[in-house]
């Protein structure tokens, strides 16, 4: 389990420590998605708690939960999806929380980013229109008020000659250009929590770097939390501090990006490790993971990664590891994952 | 070191389009690949690197002969590619196959995959029998790492490196010599990537393939490539030995993409970033095509175009003030 | 702006132009409205007489090239059964089938869209499967069959509604739902089809994750885009007002253009024929060019390429 983060206070003239709840706190959090012909789960109990201004990384491949979870904790799956557990954020639970309730969250506290620029904006509308929208939702600015403020947010984001920008159509401006704007947009409700849902993998190389420069700006002026869904680990390293593997639906090590890098304990992590080729050093052939990631509705009895694992045991496949806590920060869910000072079986 | 298997000596591919919206516009020259030369041999690969709208894919379809050139020349095995269409060309062509960024796209999603593989046999009309051609196609499956109870599976029953295999297989059914990889594992997961990549380094060995291997992840590139080429508004702006290019780039444009990549450790090194986006491939600035987002242009940029120059350790980079600084020749 | 609509209005003009000439020699190579008009067994020589009175005895490049002229200088020819002016036999008409038409047009309208809307919002529902087979029904089914169905049941069965003739609002009601509900399943479909794409859209997605409540996410960025494609149909739907009715107003015997034209043809009254088919080929070609006006003004991407 995460253990929340102990900070001195000071009471009654005396220090004491205190146990200061999360930002956010998802617990056994479940998503099933009904297909019509089967109930498919594709969360499988979610545990991950989020600190204030803490920049944290959710990795893994297509399908392994990263922007399920969070699409489901801000209630955005549609009504074939059934969620459950809890999400605590400011002493309220989501899951399951009347419509208004999370229309004033979305947006305002926890704002969201996604995949594809261009596409996440509406084409008919101007990016100024958009733009004062969410102020108007949000701050209740409208008007020259309104246009004022979304300039400035445009400027903010970096985009030159923001007034007459805010006449443009969406499909007039490039995609990094859009990126911006769904930025400024987040920005909008100056909200607590962004969660950047893959933002740059749409975009080439040198507009990604542009736009992880931007968060990184926006993060050290605003002390917002930053969750950032990414397949690529690399992206994840330069821009948080802790990393969430997730599999199949679930988190299979959380640790800070140090630790991931340096002693990951779960055998995934690692196969992820030296998947990946380098840009500089000699050449290695690369060693990669067989198999495939298994089918929701086709998940092994014990550990999903099980059937891909190079050190898989009989117990590995009897049943579903538990979390445990390898470091004080650092979880992760294998049988073989133990303290590095224990006579561990791994070690 | 042996013959080309390829010369590309100035591709140009050229569009008209009409400029200032759907309506009235002017007619216009989007210039897609403006002279792109390279050479490739037997067995090795050229990567070819840059950012969408560089050239990259018009690059492989011209290599592939799906399009028409504008002008330049293409030579396999030394003789100079035919009129597309006529026979010879037919023949020559079966020596260069393609595999596709996205495998589900690429195949028949209504057809068996063993019958997709056989296909081109019977287009081309190779081998005489249904069984013979069926033996050839097993053979093919097994090489690329699948087992004879794929033949008879859907596309869709197949996972996305199970389906690129496919493809592979299907590409390489006709013996060909040069294989032309248009982001080849862009659309597979990260564990999935290495195992395709590994692969077409097994076949490269086996067979001695040649592959143009175009991506967008420069750390791949690096992995299977034995020189790279990067792109800009196209034109070819560096190119050389992957290690050299990439430890050390020379050309500004290079060094902007190489650092652009999140390296997956915590060594934070200074990032450089470029400003704005590429121009329209319509509205080529003048002189260096790159000089807009240069950090180092200086006038002189804005008047000449550079051309590629070779440099003292081999690499050809098409930068002014490149050359100067490492002292090309 | 200007030299856009210049051109369309060229590629208009140019479509009636082929359409009509197309009509003139069909007709002219499939009959001979001499034989048709005058009986049979007319004698010989009046039958030249009528063939040289309204030139037909003329060669047909010849015939066809003062129609040209003709037409250029607003003269249509004249019914050759009536000898009255063909454009003054099919204007009379117009209101006539424009008072079935129109309503039913509405009806297309008033019904469709909001069942198409409505079935995207609830998909897979009973609501919208129940409103699919509605629209399959209505859309699969001929005119005719549907006509004679409403005439059995509420004609004959309950007596309620006349089933055929013109003599005042109660005639009309028929044929104005025979024509809404087919033009209504097409445009439920359509629009729900529609929806569902736009709906799938991440920019609704998004719009959700900004906090807007799923009502104004619906009204205000689902439903201008889902117009855009919905538009296209509803236009084409303009350009049958005048010709669409063909069908029902032969079953329900409502004096309209179209039963004018079932008789023309039978009668190979060729200048009255011509006529209806130019106003049919205008009809259809304006609502063209309107609704690629409407299209650029609610699609801004028709309006400028990207920069």
């Not at chain 1, 998940?299 to 898989?312: D, I, K, Q, T, Y």
């Not at chain 3, 001979?32 to 309204?54: G, H, N, Q, T, Y």
């Not at chain 3, 059995?152 to 028929?174: R, Y």
């Amino acid at each position: 389990m995460y253990c929340p983060a102990q900070r001195q206070c000071v009471w009654k003239g005396r220090s004491i420590s205190v146990i200061s709840p999360p930002l956010i706190d998802i617990r056994g959090l479940t998503v099933d998605f009904d297909a019509g012909h089967r109930v498919v789960r594709v969360l499988h109990g979610v545990d991950l708690a989020i600190e204030s201004g803490e920049a944290v990384g959710l990795v893994g491949e297509s399908g392994s939960g990263k922007s399920v979870t969070w699409l489901a904790a801000l209630g955005l799956l549609g009504g074939r999806a059934r969620v459950k557990g809890a999400v605590t954020f400011e002493g309220r639970n989501l899951v399951g929380a009347p419509a208004h309730e999370l229309e004033a969250v979305r947006g305002a506290r926890i704002a969201m980013i996604f995949q594809d620029p261009a596409s996440s904006l509406n084409p008919v509308y101007r990016i100024g229109r958009q733009l004062c929208e969410a102020l108007a939702l949000h701050r209740g600015l409208t008007g020259q008020a309104a246009l004022a403020e979304a300039a400035r947010l445009l400027d903010r984001v970096g985009i030159a000659d923001a007034a007459r920008r805010l006449r443009d159509f969406p499909h007039e401006l490039s995609g990094g250009m859009n990126q911006r704007v769904m930025i400024a947009m987040a920005l909008s409700g100056q909200p607590q929590i962004l969660i950047a849902d893959e933002p740059t993998t749409a975009l080439d190389a040198t507009i990604q770097a542009q736009i992880l420069e931007l968060l990184q700006e926006i993060r050290r002026d605003s002390a917002m939390a930053l969750v950032l869904i990414s397949h690529d680990l690399g992206v994840v390293a330069e821009n948080t501090d802790r990393v969430c593997v997730m599999y199949a639906g679930r988190i299979v090590e959380d640790a800070p990006i140090d630790a991931i890098f340096d002693r990951p304990a779960h055998p995934y992590t690692s196969g992820l490790l030296a998947a990946l080729p380098e840009l500089e050093g000699p050449r290695r052939r690369l060693v990669a993971i067989p198999g495939v990631v298994p089918e929701p509705w086709n998940l092994p009895p014990g550990c999903s990664f099980a059937p891909r694992c190079g050190e898989v045991t009989a117990a590995c496949e009897a049943s579903l590891p538990p979390t445990v806590q390898v470091e004080s920060r650092h979880r992760a869910a294998c049988l073989r994952a133990r303290r590095p000072h224990e006579p561990g079986i791994g070690a | 070191m042996s013959q080309p298997l390829l010369e590309a000596s100035q591709l140009t591919r050229h569009y008209k389009v009409r400029r200032g919206g759907r309506l009235f516009g002017h007619a216009a020259t989007l210039r897609a690949v403006d002279g792109v030369s390279f050479t490739l041999r037997p067995g090795r690969t050229l990567g070819l690197v840059g950012e969408s709208g560089c050239g990259k894919t018009t690059t492989a379809r011209l290599v592939l002969g799906l399009l028409p050139l504008t002008s330049g020349e293409m030579r396999l095995d030394g003789e100079t590619l035919p009129k597309a269409g006529s026979t010879r060309w037919r023949e020559l062509r079966r020596t260069v196959q393609m595999v596709y960024q996205d495998p589900l796209a690429a195949l028949d999603r209504r057809i068996a995959v063993g019958r997709q593989v056989m296909e081109p046999l019977a287009i081309h009309g190779i081998g005489t029998s249904t069984v013979e051609r069926r033996d050839k196609a097993m053979a093919i499956l097994e090489s690329v790492g699948l087992q004879a109870h794929h033949f008879v599976r859907y596309p869709h029953e197949l996972s996305g490196g199970q389906r690129q295999r496919i493809v592979l297989a299907r590409a390489l059914i006709l013996e060909p010599r040069l294989l032309v990889c248009d982001e080849p594992i862009s659309a597979l997961d990260v564990s999935i990537q290495a195992q395709v990549v590994n692969l077409l380094l097994d076949l490269q060995a086996k067979m001695g393939l040649a592959y143009l291997f175009i991506s967008h992840d420069l750390r791949m590139v690096r992995q299977v490539s034995h020189e790279v080429a990067v792109m800009y508004l196209g034109r070819i702006v560096e190119r050389g030995d992957p290690d050299r290019l990439f430890s050390a780039p020379t050309h500004p444009y290079t060094q902007a993409l190489v650092s652009a990549i999140p390296v997956a450790a915590r060594q934070r090194r200074q990032r450089l970033i470029l400003k704005g986006d590429p121009p329209n491939p319509v509205n080529v600035p003048t002189g260096c095509a790159f000089h807009e987002r240069c950090p180092i242009a200086v006038a002189h940029c804005r008047a000449e175009t550079p051309l590629l120059r070779p440099l003292a350790d081999g690499r050809e980079v098409a930068c002014h003030l490149a050359a100067a600084s490492v002292g090309g020749l | 702006m200007i030299g856009y609509l210049a051109q369309r209005l060229l590629r208009a003009l140019l479509t009636i132009f082929l359409v009509v000439t197309f009509a003139f020699f069909v007709l002219r190579l499939s009959g001979d409205p001499a034989l048709l008009i005058m009986s049979v067994d007319a004698p010989p020589e009046s039958i030249a007489a009528f063939r040289k009175s309204w030139g037909l005895d003329q060669p047909i490049w010849m015939q066809y090239l003062a129609y040209v002229v003709h037409a250029l200088t607003g003269d249509l020819g004249n019914s050759m059964r009536d000898g009255r002016p063909a454009i003054q036999l099919v204007l009379e008409r117009v209101p006539s089938t424009l008072a079935i038409t129109l309503p039913a047009f509405a009806l297309k309208i008033a019904i469709g869209v909001p069942a198409g809307i409505y079935a995207a919002l609830r998909r897979n529902s009973f609501a919208d499967r129940l409103t699919m087979l509605f629209s399959v029904a209505g859309f699969t089914m001929p005119s005719f069959v549907l006509a004679l169905l409403l005439v059995l049941v509420f004609s004959v069965k309950l007596g309620w509604l006349p089933s055929s003739g013109s003599d005042g609002l109660a005639n009309a009601i028929l044929p104005i739902v025979t024509l809404g509900a087919a033009g209504a399943a097409i445009l439920a479909r359509f629009t729900r089809s529609a929806m569902l794409e736009v709906l799938g859209q991440p920019y609704i997605r998004a719009a959700s994750a900004k906090g807007l409540s799923w009502r104004r996410v619906v009204t205000e960025h689902a439903l201008p885009n889902a117009a855009i494609p919905t538009t296209t149909i509803i236009g084409f739907m303009v350009g049958t007002l005048i010709a669409g009715a063909v069908v029902v107003e032969s079953v329900f015997a409502w004096p309209g253009i179209g039963r004018l034209l079932v008789v023309a043809v039978a009668n190979r009254d060729l200048a009255v024929v011509q006529t209806i088919l130019l106003l049919v080929a205008m009809t259809m070609v304006t609502s063209n060019i309107v609704v690629d006006l409407v299209y650029g003004w609610i699609d801004p991407r028709m309006r400028t390429a990207p920069k």
